[in-house]
C-alpha cells in the first residue's frame, strides 16, 4: 500500500490550496481519514479526521477555514484549505486507519507554504 499526497505548495496569505491523498494497493476498508502538519520545530498536530461514518473533526485552528472531504471509491482524501495564514505553513501529512489493520498508513507529506 502507497500514500500519494499532492497539492501543497507556495501561498500568499489569504488564499486557498487543496490537498488530496490517494491510496494504491490492496488496503481494504478504511476506518478514518486525516490529515496532520507538523511545523519546524513543532510536534506534529492533528488538522481534520473524518470517520467512515462521516463524522468531521477540526483542529480549533482551523475551523471554518478548512474542510475535509473523502471519496471512498477512489481511497482519497482531501482538505479544502481556505483563508490560508502563516501559521498553517507546515508539512502536511495524510493518515489512513485500515478496518483491519492495528497500524496506519502515513503519507509522505506535502509542504504548504503561506507567505505574508
Known amino acids: 500500500v502507497q500514500l500519494q499526497a499532492s497539492g501543497g505548495g507556495l501561498v500568499q496569505a489569504g488564499g486557498s490550496l487543496r490537498l488530496s491523498c490517494a491510496a494504491s494497493?490492496?488496503?481494504?476498508?478504511?476506518?478514518?481519514m486525516g490529515w496532520y502538519r507538523q511545523a519546524p520545530g513543532k510536534q506534529r498536530e492533528l488538522v481534520a479526521v473524518?470517520?467512515?461514518?462521516?463524522?468531521?473533526n477540526y483542529a480549533d485552528s482551523v475551523k471554518g477555514r478548512f474542510t475535509i472531504s473523502r471519496d471512498n471509491a477512489k481511497n482519497t482524501v482531501y482538505l479544502q484549505m481556505n483563508s490560508l495564514k502563516p501559521e498553517d505553513t507546515a508539512v502536511y501529512y495524510c493518515k489512513l486507519q485500515p478496518r483491519f489493520r492495528t497500524k496506519p498508513y502515513w503519507g509522505q507529506g506535502t509542504q504548504v507554504t503561506v507567505s505574508s
Open positions: 494497493g490492496s488496503i481494504g476498508s478504511i476506518n478514518d
Open positions: 473524518i470517520s467512515s461514518g462521516g463524522s468531521i
